[in-house]
């Protein structure tokens, strides 16, 4: 069986961050969030996996190849972006239409069970089975309403909170049948959600597979955050140190954390709760750390805190300096001695800061 993961976005939400590097290949624990799908597809049997790309395309292949965790890789460039169906139809001769296939959104992290999804797939007479969720606000969201057999009635996206038909989202996660390929125009912009779903609801060929467990996109700073606590709870629970990874004395530890491969964490430093360092960060001593995603490579000098922050590969912060909640450090940036970021505060990649910013700003 194949699975299509949808890897074009752009990422503009996530930006600075994402000027540097598709949104996927973010770390999450540590890991790119590309890895975590692509081990559990493993894991669920899938033998050949198409990564539908446009923007960034050659990141994906320099990292991946053409194979991973037993797997093949293939993949499918847009030339234009195409939306969510687009790609689905671009991929067709990748795909095949011999039997039925998943499709991932890219920007999704989650623990489901796809080998569970694909059985309930089979069970009905469904051309396509969404998998879905339930959030107390599905305004975001494309929502669904079901019958007692798990039939999609209506499917609506990103309803007002106040007559959404329930609280059950689509969760980014689709079985598809090759007659899919008949609903989506080729080489044109197509919305799944919007134009395809309603149509198969409408059908009744569309049904829904609510699961519990865990689930978020990644679409904003806060979410991405989120999607790493949650995976920090879920997956790794306590402290994890990467080889060679050293602490110096007194230094504290609230898990759940994870450290990676050759980072030092300097005496009398305060790590955690959900902190994700990546491999070769450099913290000096009485450093303190919460709720926060440190790139690799990054220095971060004597008597200095980030809160709910990210902070980006290779930055350089001085010593004495604070970085508060929802701050976004770009790559190679350096932060200056003292500096204070109160807030919101988005760094662009190699920028220098001087002086303290102590209202929501981007400095570019």
């Known amino acids: 069986m194949k699975a299509v993961i949808l890897a074009g ?3 503009t939400r996530l930006r600075p961050l994402s000027c540097t590097r598709p949104k996927l290949l973010f770390p999450v624990g540590n890991k790119p969030l590309l890895d975590w799908k692509l081990e559990r597809l493993a894991k669920s049997g899938i033998k050949e996996v198409i990564l539908a790309v ?6 994906f292949i320099q990292r991946y190849g053409d194979s991973a965790y037993g797997m093949k890789l293939f993949y499918s460039r847009e030339e234009k972006p195409l939306r969510t169906g687009g790609p689905i139809k671009n991929a067709e001769e990748l795909i095949g239409r011999e039997e039925i296939f998943l499709v991932l959104n890219g920007d999704i992290l989650t623990n489901l069970d796809y080998s569970k999804l694909v059985k309930e797939h089979r069970e009905k007479d469904a051309t396509a089975t969404i998998a879905l969720y339930h959030v107390e606000d599905p305004s975001r969201y ?3 309403e079901l019958t007692e057999k798990n039939r999609v009635v209506r499917f609506v996206e990103k309803p007002v909170r106040e007559k959404a038909p329930s609280n ?3 969760a980014g996660v689709y079985v598809l049948e090759p007659e899919i390929f008949d609903y989506i125009p080729k080489g044109q912009p197509v919305s799944i959600e919007r134009e395809v779903f309603p149509k198969l609801a409408d059908e009744q060929k569309l049904y829904g597979y609510p699961f519990e467990g865990l689930w978020t996109d990644i679409g904003k700073p806060e979410d991405y955050l989120k999607a790493n606590e949650l995976l920090l709870d879920v997956e790794i629970k306590k402290s994890l140190l990467g080889r060679c990874a050293r602490l110096g004395s007194g230094v504290k530890i609230k898990d759940p954390i994870v450290i990676g491969e050759k980072a030092v964490i300097g005496e009398k430093s305060k790590i955690g709760p959900y902190v994700a360092i990546g491999e070769h960060v450099i913290l000096g001593k ?3 750390v919460q709720n926060s995603v440190i790139f690799s490579g990054a220095v971060i000098s004597d008597f200095t805190t980030v809160k709910n922050s990210i902070i980006g ?3 350089t912060v001085g010593s004495r300096v604070k970085i508060g909640q929802g701050c976004i450090i770009g790559d190679h940036a350096v932060i200056r001695d003292n500096v204070t970021l109160a807030r919101d505060v988005t760094v662009c990649p190699s920028k220098e800061v001087t002086e303290s910013v102590l209202t929501p700003k981007c400095l570019m």
Do not use: P
């Open 168 to 170: 059950l989202i689509n």
């Open 54 to 59: 446009n923007y960034m395309a050659e990141a």
């Open 313 to 315: 590969e290779d930055v």
């Open 286 to 288: 009485e450093v303190h």
């Open 142 to 144: 494309g929502v669904a």
């Open 9 to 11: 976005g752009f990422g």
